[in-house]
Nanobody, 125 residues
Framework: QLRLVESGGGLVQPGGSLRLSCVAS????????LSWFRQAPGKEREGITC????????DYADSVKGRFTISRDNARNTVYLQMNNLKPEDTAVYYC??????????????????WGKGTLVTVSS
């Protein structure tokens, strides 16, 4: 099992940037595909981006495409979410999630099995 801990959230002004980190403890981090989700107040949780176990396959929701970048460092057991040009509607609790995969190198935000507790991002002036 993988334990995930997010960090890097905080208060930022519109147009600003933040980088979230998610550190995993456990074995064989490089066997897991990873995703970032967010949940805004009063809204359902939304999968916003994913990365394959090698890092070569990525996908983004339209709401963050062109502004957010997911990356991973398998040597550090860490996945990152670089968020640029933040908007008030990006305010949410952000979660990382993981799921072990077989041989295929792909990503999807579906069917994640391991979750962090989240980090709050507030975009406000």
């Amino acid at each position: 099992q993988l334990r995930l801990v997010e960090s890097g959230g905080g208060l930022v002004q519109p147009g600003g940037s933040l980088r979230l980190s998610c550190v995993a403890s456990g074995n064989r981090f490089d066997r897991y595909r990873l995703s970032w989700f967010r949940q805004a107040p009063g809204k359902e949780r939304e999968g916003i981006t994913c990365v394959s176990k090698s890092g070569s396959v990525k996908d983004y929701a339209d709401s963050v495409k062109g502004r957010f970048t997911i990356s991973r460092d398998n040597a550090r057991n860490t996945v990152y979410l670089q968020m640029n040009n933040l908007k008030p509607e990006d305010t949410a609790v952000y979660y990382c999630a993981a799921r072990s995969t077989g041989l295929a190198d792909y990503c999807t935000t579906d069917d994640m099995s391991n979750w962090g507790k989240g980090t709050l991002v507030t975009v406000s002036s």
